[in-house]
């Protein structure tokens, strides 16, 4: 039996169908110490899209999640993970008073809440993270370098209509830094 390049070019479709995240990006991945705190702060492009604004203003509770690992920066191989976060902003419509509540958790824990009324506010509040204490680094040694890389998942799709699938970005890697020596 001859396959056909119509049947050919419909499978390559459903398996890398696009999709409205092929851009989605994380940039501008920072890292600050607060002490012995690794606060990140990090921004996600092109990420959010009109499917998941209307799915929010439907009343569903809308996730996008934030993978977040510390590693230990090494030269000509790779780095080698140290720890993982995950930081979960899960949008909740309210109808009636026509705001959206955004709750943020790391790693489970309820960090901080947020009520925005307009679209704009909502797609700010799901793609800008500020700062946010996601390590403690209180038993790495000073003096090596160390950096944070990130990723977000932004929902489902499926492949050959039947398997389904994260919606990824790429890891992005933060600037490097040191814990600093105790005094």
Do not use: C
């Not at 510390?70 to 993970?81: E, H, N, V």
């Not at 899960?90 to 790693?107: K, M, P, Q």
């Not at 389904?164 to 040191?178: G, H, L, Q, V």
Request: glycine share 8%; no cysteine; hydrophobic share 45%.
């Amino acid at each position: 039996m001859k396959a056909s390049p119509a049947l050919f070019g419909a499978l390559l479709f459903l398996t890398f169908g696009t999709t409205a995240w092929a851009d989605a990006e994380i940039s501008g991945l920072k890292v600050t110490l607060d002490g012995d705190r690794a606060l990140v702060s990090l921004r996600l492009k092109n990420g959010i899209s009109r499917r998941l604004l209307d799915r929010i203003e439907s009343g569903l509770p809308t996730q996008v999640v934030y993978e977040l690992e510390l590693a230990r920066d090494r030269k000509r191989w790779y780095d080698q993970g140290l720890a993982r976060a995950t930081l979960e902003l899960t949008a909740v419509f309210d109808a009636v008073a026509r705001e959206t509540s955004v709750h943020y958790r790391l790693g489970g824990e309820l960090i901080e809440s947020r009520t925005v009324r307009d679209r704009p506010g909502v797609m700010d509040a799901l793609s800008r993270i500020e700062r946010v204490p996601a390590f403690s680094l209180g038993g790495l040694a000073p003096g090596v370098r160390y950096l944070v890389r990130a990723r977000a998942i932004l929902g489902t799709h499926t492949v050959l209509a039947i398997i389904p699938a994260d919606i990824r970005t790429d890891w992005a890697e933060s600037n490097k830094f040191r814990r600093p020596a105790a005094p």
